[in-house]
């Protein structure tokens, strides 16, 4: 590799985080930490990386000391696991300082685990961004040992998105005038979704199309060398039809081959695995279910509702389910559930053993019974302390069977349980 080029890159990137003004997000990284950041492209991960950049700057840590390369800058393309010691040698010839290194999209260097934990054992800070699942396998985790920390970046959560539109919380806002604001910015969350560079653009849906076709043409087709790119964009598309249910492999086998095309069940577990492991999707399993039910049925949601929303029209209930599940997954990870036996009920957390049912509008009776109904008939089944009804816009308490019941706009839910938790 041309070590003049290297010079050139390694310059040019530090002038450019030098520039850059970052609003924090509300993530806690341990001081000494080595830290392996995934999550799907545009998610922050990299915005996370120039967040830790300033924090250094800032304590006084010297602009030589900071090495960031960006591994999808297409002067690298033709960079090898075996090339990246010239990168070091090349910061070497120009500082005398030992660099902390920030190795940004690292994934596109095949081996790259094994230069991160020699660099670890030999010293150096480490900063790793990655758009891929299999940087959280067993294997690159045994390579790594513990010497670094794995954090999923999200996109950003509601309370994250009102901070970088420049919304701090009143205290007592949800009562002062404030909450009006807070709900005219949670209409196009809820639609358009948190990428925290949406927020600069005005044709959010433009933006998120091409993000699309950047997930799916080069995080899918061209990685996982798909030929039927057809048959898992219609997969896609049934999924986030699909959000609100339980589905089976079978299921989407059917769908799929009603319309002429031919595909194999081990096809559609592989396609399934290359959108979690691009972060396109998650899947949740039914707690009450048998271990090997749990592995051919499934809900799935989407990253974000800004991509969902791409599939859909007219469907308020899905984005709204979807918006929860999101935030369930940021708090709880994979400790979320749904329940699917005599009653289904959306999403349960055996950690603060809640069940949560999720309804566009409660604006008739029988339909708040049904929700109610399914929480009480679930309670039977599993631990519970706490019942809720995400909502879109009613808010009160029932007193049932000895169970306390809150409905809740899904705007309030997300602000407080994000302040609840604030861990994240």
Sequence with gaps: MNKELLKQIIIENQEFVSRLEIV????VFEENGNYVFVGARRSGKTFSMFRIIKDMLSAGVPLAAILYINFEDERLMELTVDQLGSILEAHQELFSEQPVLFLDEIQNIDGWEKFARRMADTGYRIYITGSNAKMLSSEIATTLGARF?????????????????????????EYSSQRFEIRRMFNDYFYYGGFPEIIRFQEKRMWLENLFQKIFFGDLV????IRNDFALRLMIKKLAESTQDEITISRIKNIIQSTGIKIGTSTLFEYIEFMKETWLIYGIKNYLAKISERETSGKYYF??????SLFLMNAE???????????????????????RSKSEVDFYIPEKQTLIQV????????????EVDALISAA?????????????????VQEVNGFQIRFVPVWKWLLKEESDNLHI
């Design 24 to 27: 924090a997000r509300k993530l």
């Design 149 to 173: 920390l794995i954090r999923k970046i999200f996109p950003l959560s509601f309370g994250e998105y009102l901070q970088m539109n420049k919304l701090e919380l009143e205290n007592n806002w």
């Design 222 to 225: 061209a990685r996982y060398k």
């Design 303 to 308: 990253v974000d509702n800004g991509i969902l």
């Design 317 to 339: 209930t899905i984005l709204l389910e979807n918006l929860v599940a999101c935030q369930l997954m940021r708090l709880y990870g994979d400790g979320v559930y749904y329940l």
């Design 359 to 370: 309804c566009y509008k409660i604006n008739m009776a029988e339909t708040e019974k049904r």
């Design 380 to 396: 039977q089944n599993v631990e519970t302390k706490e019942m809720l009804v995400i909502t879109l816009d009613t808010e009160k």
